[in-house]
């Protein structure tokens, strides 16, 4: 199965603060990957597909960036529902993987 | 709108099986892949495979092999997973979420059905 790591596994922002999180593939998955936020209890929403397409809906301070086996999301100014888990997921290869997950917590 | 209503939560003994549904409404069947994700508490997801409703053939991640079983009933719009020789590991919230093509991304997904397996 292709490896998805994720980092950091957690970080401390503030409100208004530009948060970037990163997520690495073992190997080539091209653009083939998606961002999901998780909030506690709740269903994973999709945020980015295809390393950089916005799902419809979701604010434009998301942004995905990244191909091959380093890709980025980056909120640009973080509000307070931002506060979450985010997941990145890989659909190059099957199974498809997720990262370990990235919580973002109020500082 | 598009649904995916799954059944209600279960608790299990270890060495059981469980069956866990997913109805879908508000797109036509057939044209989505139906994924089973889970997640144990506190922890990330996991994949543990997929369904093509429309001529009912399977892929299973590796790890499930011989353990579980999907189908489908066209007729309900139903997606079904069966779990056999539940461990306390598999204690976790199944979901079920689809896919336009056998390998995408999950663009919906259901409600979640918590599965606890105790003794």
């Known amino acids: 199965d292709i490896q998805m790591t994720q980092s950091p596994s957690s970080l401390s922002a503030s409100v208004g603060d530009r948060v970037t999180i990163t997520c690495r593939a073992s190997q080539v998955i091209r653009h083939d990957l998606a961002w999901y936020q998780q909030t506690t209890g709740k269903v994973p929403k999709c945020l980015i597909y295809?390393?950089?397409r916005l799902e419809s809906g979701v604010p434009s301070r998301f942004s995905g960036s990244g191909s091959g086996t380093e890709f980025t999301l980056t909120i640009s100014s973080l509000q307070p529902e931002d506060f979450a888990t985010y997941y990145c997921?890989?659909?190059?290869?099957?199974?498809?993987?997720f990262g370990q997950g990235t919580k973002v917590e109020i500082k | 709108q598009v649904q995916l209503v799954q059944s209600g939560a279960e608790v299990k003994k270890p060495g059981a099986s469980v069956k866990v549904s997913c109805k879908a409404s508000g797109y036509t069947f057939i044209t989505y892949y139906i994924h089973w994700v889970r997640q144990a508490p506190g922890l990330g997801l996991e994949c543990i495979g997929m369904i093509n409703p429309d001529d009912g053939s399977t892929t299973y991640a590796q790890k499930f092999q011989g353990r579980v079983t999907m189908t489908r009933d066209t007729s309900t719009s139903t997606v079904y997973m069966d779990l056999s020789g539940l461990k306390s590991e598999d204690t976790a919230v199944y979901y079920c979420a689809r896919t336009y093509t056998w390998l995408a991304s999950f663009d919906f997904w259901g409600q979640g059905t918590l599965v606890t397996v105790s003794a």
């Open positions: 997921l890989q659909h190059n290869v099957y199974p498809p993987t």
């Open positions: 295809a390393a950089y």
